[in-house]
């Protein structure tokens, strides 16, 4: 196989990790309903993710290749993702953080390995635009961590009698 359809194939696999976390992102914004600034955070990267998913369209069309024949061989990868957030339990937006914080830094791994795979085979423009993506995934990975401790204390806290004196943690804005 040439190495740069090595590389198309990396794209497509990006591709279509942005494509199904579309739908993920959009259920997890529908359960943070009652935390407006968790559920604006997420809604603002569901647009990212869709403009992800276009900009890595184009660095295939780039490199002379199409998406559409993705084989979609992150499925397992993706379905763990979704798998833990279609459950309903009470601690949904606890689970649906994991899988959230996870989501975001299995998407770091991968642009960072296309940056390296593109300089390498003298793709500048490809990398440059997976450096730009990158940017966005480290930016929501940095919110989820922070505000990771809030989503657990906010669901135990929910479980403390009322009285207890239990204060509700605000959250904070990576
Ligand atoms: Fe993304
Ligand atoms: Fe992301």
Redesign the pocket.
């Given at each position: 196989m040439d190495q740069r359809d090595t590389l198309i194939g990396w794209l497509n696999d990006a591709h279509a990790l942005?494509k199904s976390?579309e739908p993920v992102l959009e259920n997890h914004a529908k359960d943070a309903a009652n935390h407006p600034e968790m559920a604006q955070r997420i809604q603002q990267h569901l647009q990212?993710?869709r403009r992800?998913a276009d900009l890595v369209r184009g660095c295939v069309e780039r490199l002379g290749g199409s998406t559409s024949t993705v084989k979609n061989t992150l499925g397992k990868v993706t379905g763990f993702f979704q798998g833990l957030s279609t459950e309903p339990a009470r601690d949904e937006l606890v689970k649906n953080a994991l899988s959230d914080y996870a989501a975001e830094h299995f998407?770091i791994a991968s642009y960072r390995a296309l940056i390296a795979g593109a300089r390498a085979l003298g793709e500048t423009e490809v990398a440059r635009v997976c450096e730009e993506?990158l940017q966005?995934?480290e930016r929501m990975a940095r919110f989820l961590e922070q505000n990771l401790p809030m989503v657990v204390q906010q669901y135990l806290n929910a479980d403390v009698p009322v009285g207890s004196g239990a204060g509700t943690p605000g959250f904070r804005n990576a």
């Open positions: 942005e976390l990212e993710t992800h998407e993506i966005d995934e």
